[in-house]
């Protein structure tokens, strides 16, 4: 199976969504669990939509159901309960609409 994860994020807030993913989000999960870390690219746009806002993807590929890819619970391990919370909320502040996350076989 493969996993898209499309992520449409704000304009004014495209560098602190990309910040955070490279920064604390990616490496957490590289320290959770390296075939998860292994399995995900994080696609970074060239250009905008028509809308303004930026179209980020992760693909999973292979997506591993039995492994855990929910980024929430990776973060309150790594880093604890409270700055889970705090890096969480301003990772899903910059999106525009919610995330959609969409199956292939």
Known sequence: KTMVAINYILPQRAGQFEMLTKTIIMPAIKREDINVYNSLKFLVPDETNSDGTFTYMFISDPYMEEKNY??????????????????????ISCFAYEQEVISFR
């Not at 619970?73 to 969480?88: C, M, N, P, T």
């Open 70 to 91: 929910d980024i929430f619970q990776i973060l309150v391990k790594q880093y604890g309960r409270d700055r889970a919370e705090e890096y969480f909320e301003r990772w």
